[in-house]
């Protein structure tokens, strides 16, 4: 019998789905092969947990040990000269940046918010707003440490086993239990970046637009009305960004100190931003989105339109921290994001029907980001030539049916246009549909090489079982 005080209420970082487990945080890679045996003692199956920044059930399963690593949390080596460091898997992005940004380097990958780890990272493969540019996370790791289930340990190098290597970034933590990895980080001359603001009437000029920025600027992203219908279907705001130069920034030394990309701890001049979010809450219905989204436009659209200013490194890649505790919002049922990818040609029609399909459906997201990708050469990569479309959508306890029911509409198109889907954000894919979007027998190598690896099937998660395994 596992320890009943092990048990937690584990969730997703949505709040919409969760799960009792037996949760284990163990600090070295002995206490990671104790668990392992302890779960394959008791014939339990293990899911394995960074941060728990993934939206919805990647992270968590029921019934399940839940082995959690974010106290591995070492810098194991660091080398200024060469920017490669190793690290273990609980180091989140925010320890990373911080740790190596003094020296002139910073993470050429990072996520909207810098809170996930990098086990989490490697295990989505993530993606940032240069995903054009620079490719996913994994795309920077040298080299890995994994356990298998079995407690063997192996080293992966990305280039002289690639092919394995390849299989076990974006995995969701199919394939073993990273425990170390190296990156490779990317010099910077400043600790700012020029950003460039300009609007977007529609959906088809945003496209566009995003495309004939992304060979030009570093970061690409565009925010977009999902509240918008017809001609103004997809009116949005785009923001592109690219490193300074050295010569470009006067006090560059003062730039890649961490006091100066501090986010500021009140908004306005006024606001606390700790409790930002419960000023935020009367207006998260869908009349204040509505008005919210509309006046962002307004603005952007206007006294904004063209804008360019110097931003932090950090205020410009994690603006979603720049509320902490924003989610609370949509409590007491929290929320789901919906992420495509489509290659390029088939974006617009794609996006249109989508953004058509939730507000006809009543279910309009309060939140759409766009952004610009590339393919990428993981097994169960998500990645295409073309675009994705982010939506965040409230859920509410009436409408929960509905809202899972418009997610299978919303992935049916995705589908049909050769598209993928990026399980990080993910709580509500039907499994059929994330299977169809693999065509070349990637499923099938990633089944052979699990029964490989895992033969007991011990490593699972409730994504993998609904996503992977057709179960759940
Ligand atoms: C506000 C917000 C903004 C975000 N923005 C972005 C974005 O811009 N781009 C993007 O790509 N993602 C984004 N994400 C998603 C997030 O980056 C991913 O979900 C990431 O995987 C979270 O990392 P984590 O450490 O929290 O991992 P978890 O959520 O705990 O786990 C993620 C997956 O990795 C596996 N895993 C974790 N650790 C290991 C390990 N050591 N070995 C093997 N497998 C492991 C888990 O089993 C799970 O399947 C965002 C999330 C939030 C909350």
């Known amino acids: 019998m596992l320890p009943r005080q092990r048990l937690e209420w584990v969730e997703g970082w949505g709040m919409a789905v969760g799960a009792a487990g037996y949760v284990f945080r163990p600090t070295t890679i002995d206490g990671v092969r104790r668990t392992l045996a302890e779960a394959a003692r008791e014939g339990v199956p293990v899911v394995v947990r960074g941060a728990g920044r993934s939206y919805g059930d990647a992270a968590l399963r029921p019934e399940s040990v839940v082995l959690d690593l974010s106290r591995m949390d070492r810098v194991l ?21 911080r740790y190596v940004l003094g020296d002139g380097w910073w993470p050429p990958v990072v996520t909207g918010t810098m809170t996930p780890a990098v086990g989490g990272c490697l295990g989505m493969n993530v993606h940032g707003k240069n995903n054009w540019r620079r490719g996913t996370f994994g795309e920077h790791c040298l080299e890995l440490d994994l356990v298998l289930p079995t407690g063997e340990l192996r080293t992966l190098d990305a280039q002289a086993d690639a092919e394995l290597f390849r299989a076990v970034v974006g995995s969701f933590g199919q394939l073993g239990v990273i425990t170390r990895a190296r990156l490779r980080l990317e010099a910077v001359a400043s600790g700012r970046v020029e950003v460039e603001a300009v609007s977007a009437p529609d959906l088809e000029t945003a496209l566009r637009l995003a495309d004939e920025a992304k060979d030009d600027w570093e970061y690409v992203v565009g925010w977009l009305d999902g509240f918008t219908r017809g001609r103004r279907l997809g009116r949005g705001l785009l923001h592109f960004a690219r490193h300074l130069e050295g010569g470009e920034d006067p006090a560059p030394a ?33 009349p204040g989105m509505r008005l919210l989204n509309a006046g962002r436009y307004l603005v952007g659209s206007t006294v904004g339109e063209g804008a360019r200013y110097r931003q932090s490194l950090a205020e410009f890649n ?31 029609g794609v996006f249109r029907r989508q953004l058509e399909l939730a507000r006809r459906r009543g279910l309009p997201p309060f939140l759409a980001v766009l952004k610009r990708h590339r393919p ?25 049916r509905e809202l899972w029911a418009l997610v299978r509409e919303l992935a049916e198109p995705v589908v049909e246009a050769g598209g993928r889907f990026y399980p990080a954000k993910d709580a509500a894919l039907p499994g059929d549909l ?25 490593l699972r998660s409730a994504l993998a079982d609904r996503l992977l395994y057709g179960e759940g």
Do not use: C
């Open 434 to 458: 994330y299977r169809a979007s693999f065509r070349d027998g990637q499923l099938e190598r990633f089944h052979a090489l699990k029964a490989d690896m895992d033969p007991q099937h011990r």
């Open 77 to 97: 080596a660091w080398d200024p000269a060469t920017g490669v460091i190793d690290l273990e898997p609980g180091v989140t992005i925010r320890r990373l940046w």
């Open 254 to 286: 003062q730039s890649l100190r961490l006091e100066h990309q501090d986010l500021p701890d009140v908004l306005l001049g006024l606001v606390p931003r700790s409790v930002m979010w419960r000023f935020m809450r009367p207006l998260t219905n869908r």
């Open 318 to 348: 994690f603006l979603l921290d720049y509320v902490p505790g924003w989610k609370r919002v949509y409590e007491p049922g929290g929320l789901i994001q919906h992420q495509s990818f489509v290659p390029a040609a088939a974006a617009a």
């Open 376 to 400: 990428d050469p993981f097994l169960l990569g998500h990645g295409v030539d073309g675009f994705s479309l982010a939506l965040d959508f409230p859920v509410r306890g009436r409408r929960r």
